[in-house]
């Protein structure tokens, strides 16, 4: 029983419980599962609290729908990682590093993800770092102009200004190297992020592109069916019912050894997303995949990493 509801029923006159669960049933409320969009007998701006909150999930929802049709959303900071901020940026020429400094925006312990949103070869993204003040994206490659990235950055108890609208695990089918996976609802203004799953090769990701209700994730080879995607899908905060949280995040040192590398995630599930990325390297070695089981986040790199690595990690789960 919610807690508004035994104040409620603390209530000596039958009449006046009657009324105060009206009341506070429409204007506040706190359970244990977020109401059903479309649920009614919630007023505009209703404010719920998610009792059972773990880590990462938000605890304080609001109402933007109405009382015939309600739209509980996100409100106030996350208990764990959120996404602080996101965005797309182009390449310059000249340098294989592109710098996003926005001081106002970027803490040194932030953890950073991108994705080439814009590419013409397959060069690859090999690190992505947050300073204070600036996120720096570096390429494996002089990128030219030609390239772009989406960019992410997660951080530790914030009130997130980006949530996810979806993320999942797609299989690909193959016959192109190009591969649509429909996302109903996704909008081109969307911040994708995506990450392999599974793979039997070398093959490389080289770009991810949102339109209306498609993600558009092209790799360097027809990738088959032996290949698996990780994505996310990132949108401005407070509009949207967010399908995921961020479970678990971190940024640890490679312990090398071996080209995988396993790192003990306690509460990890197999059915989470992952969305993996080198913090820090010394060379151009590439993260191969990203794989989940119960505890463990796995990553395979296209060579021993050493210890002269860093990971940054993102393990998503649904509401």
Wanted: hydrophobic share 40%.
């Amino acid at each position: 029983m919610s807690k508004t509801k035994q104040i409620i029923n603390s209530l000596p006159d039958a009449r006046t419980r009657r009324a105060m669960g009206a009341i506070l049933g429409g204007i506040w409320s706190e359970g244990y599962v977020v109401p059903t969009t479309g649920t009614s007998g919630y007023v505009t701006g209703c404010k719920f609290i998610l009792s059972t909150a773990t880590l990462g999930q938000a605890a304080e929802w609001r109402n933007i729908g109405n009382e015939a049709y309600c739209l509980f959303v996100p409100d106030g900071n996350v208990n764990g990682y959120g996404f602080a901020t996101a965005g797309y940026k182009v390449f310059v020429s000249g340098t294989a590093g592109l710098i996003v400094p926005e001081p106002s925006r970027f803490i040194a312990t932030d953890i950073a993800f991108a994705t080439h949103g814009a590419t013409d070869d397959s060069d690859q993204i090999i690190s992505v770092k947050a300073t204070a003040g600036a996120v720096t994206i570096t390429n494996s490659a002089d990128p030219l102009s030609a390239h772009g990235a989406f960019f992410a950055t997660l951080r530790n108890r914030c009130s997130p200004e980006y949530d996810i609208f979806a993320a999942g695990t797609h299989t690909t089918v193959g016959g192109n190297a190009a591969e649509a996976i429909t996302i109903t609802g996704a909008l081109a203004s969307d911040i994708p992020l995506v990450q392999y799953s599974a793979t039997n090769d070398t093959d490389t990701i080289n770009m991810a592109v949102m339109t209306a209700n498609t993600l558009t994730v092209t790799m360097s080879a027809d990738p088959g069916t032996a290949h698996g995607l990780h994505y996310a899908i990132l949108r401005p905060r407070g509009t949207f019912k967010p399908s995921h949280f961020v479970a678990f995040a971190g940024s640890p040192t490679t312990a090398g050894g071996s080209v995988a590398e396993a790192i003990t995630v306690t509460g990890a599930l197999a059915t989470d997303v992952a969305i993996v990325n080198y913090a820090v390297t010394n060379d151009t070695d590439a993260i191969r995949k990203a794989v989940v089981t119960a505890n463990t986040l796995t990553v395979t790199a296209s060579a021993d990493p050493s210890t002269a690595h860093a990971y940054s990690y993102a393990l998503l789960r649904a509401y």
